[in-house]
């Protein structure tokens, strides 16, 4: 992922500031790409790439604030600084509460511009390295069979392995290897680690018995089926 170049995308229907703002972004050795639309930008599939929007407010069909609304209905988490050359406060205050980088009205700074295109850009790395390291983080869970799963669901409710066994109706044995094959899939070293693991997964409502969306084969962990699940504590050493 790091060794691909950002793109500054700029949606902007106005030629003569698009053209601008990409001489700009050329001349400190940033690669921009114009759009004159929305939609135009939308229907690219580079958007999906890392990168940072400048975005004018005012564009043929959707405006700039209406392609914001439709980057977070979908999850799209690209920095956007706006710019527009008709802005007002409620305008700006609209754009700020929903994650904007920076909002300029025209004329701007070069300076100012570059420093947010900077700003938005390290944004964009930070939360790609975090969703990569999530997505792993899902997949090692993934991997953990249904009994795995109901022991490190336990662990993380601060049980000790007899209180596990006796649960689970299964012998203290069985948990210690149970317990030891889950911690060696998911690389936790802990059982502190292992909480913050799934506390991690819990972010946008994922939890770790429905890892990327899905329930976890919950109805194939017959042997806890029918035992309720003490409320969680921080886990003992």
């Known amino acids: 992922m790091s060794d691909v170049e950002p793109i500054v995308f700029i949606v902007d229907d106005d030629h003569a500031v698009a053209g601008a703002i990409k001489r700009l972004l050329d001349s400190v050795g940033r690669r921009g790409q114009i759009f004159r639309t929305a939609q135009e930008f939308l229907d690219s599939p580079l958007r999906h790439g890392p990168g940072c929007l400048i975005l004018d407010v005012r564009l043929p069909g959707p405006s700039g604030l209406d392609l914001q609304r439709e980057l977070l209905r979908t999850r799209t988490t690209i920095p956007i600084i706006f710019i527009t050359g008709h802005g007002d406060v409620p305008m700006s205050v609209q754009a700020m509460k929903a994650g904007a980088v920076e909002f300029f009205t025209k004329p701007f700074g070069d300076h100012q511009l570059l420093d947010a295109v900077q700003q938005a850009l390290d944004q964009d790395r930070v939360v790609r390295a975090q969703n990569a390291e999530r997505e792993e983080l899902r997949k090692r869970f993934e991997s953990l069979t249904p009994r795995e799963m109901a022991v490190m669901r336990l662990v993380v409710a601060g049980l000790l392995n007899k209180q596990i066994a006796s649960r689970l109706g299964i012998s203290e044995i069985t948990v210690k290897v149970r317990r030891s094959r889950m911690m060696k899939k998911l690389k936790a070293k802990s059982p502190i ?41 921080r886990p003992r050493q």
């Open 193 to 233: 680690e292992l909480a913050h693991m799934a506390e991690r997964l819990a972010i946008g409502g994922v939890s770790v018995v429905a890892v990327g969306g899905t329930e976890l084969n919950r109805s194939a962990v017959t042997e806890e089926q029918t035992l309720p699940l003490p409320p969680p504590r």
